[in-house]
């Protein structure tokens, strides 16, 4: 199995599902955990798919929809006019592909990218991922990042800056490089924990669906409250696990 079939297979796998004991899913999830591209990929895969759904589960229900489909159904069911009939199968039919368009034409960026992206990060910092280079010297991460062609030139709120820093690690998105500095917030961590407050730097041109202005976005992603926000050419994504005040005061 090659790199394109892999894509190909695991554009069928449902997460929370008995897919990834089939056995040519199984087998292109092993090679995705050989090959750092197709991992990449999958990663961005997922998070899209997690993202969509999200967007879906925030539309809210009309009040009384229920109540109104079994009332049309039960007048359709009495009579129905052939042009009503080619209305709803249209309707139908526009729905699936634009479900469908989703998933079979993920090279395709939307028009609104931040989702994508803040899911896709968070899910990094979840993981349980690797740093590259662990130091307490934010130096020496600047020197490794700029060595590794990630975003180095960033700036760090004057809060930010007071906090303990750890380590960083390079992460991609849209075939791009993103920086990522590992902090820690002062509290306890669990054993295994190596941070608990995380920063994400890549190029603003390469995600859609930022605001107006530079004041930071807050968001709910997973786990983690999120602050997102633009300086220069930089986006800035700032996550911990609390609420909106667990991370304002690193701002």
Sequence with gaps: MNRDEAKNILL?????TADAKDPQIAEALALAKRDPELAVWLEAHCAR???VGEKFRQIAVPAGLKEQIISEQAASERRISRRQTLRFA??????????LAVFW?????????????????V???????????????PAQIRTFLAQKQAPSDYVLPAALQKAGVVGCAVEGWQN???????????????PGEPSDLWLFV?????????SAGNLPQFSKVNRLVTATWTQGDKLYLLGTEGGEQAIRKFL
């Design 12 to 16: 069928l796998l449902r997460h929370d």
């Design 105 to 121: 034409f993920p090279h395709r960026a939307p028009d609104d990218t931040l989702a994508i992206y803040q899911n896709q990060m």
């Design 176 to 190: 791009a490089k993103v920086s990522m500095i590992c902090f820690r917030t002062g509290k306890i961590l669990a």
């Design 202 to 210: 890549v190029d603003r041109t390469l995600v859609n669906g930022l």
């Design 123 to 137: 899910s990094i910092a979840l993981r349980g991922y690797g740093m590259d280079l662990v130091t307490n010297d």
């Design 49 to 51: 798919q997690l993202a």
């Design 90 to 99: 249209l309707a139908v039919v526009i729905l699936l592909f634009g479900a």
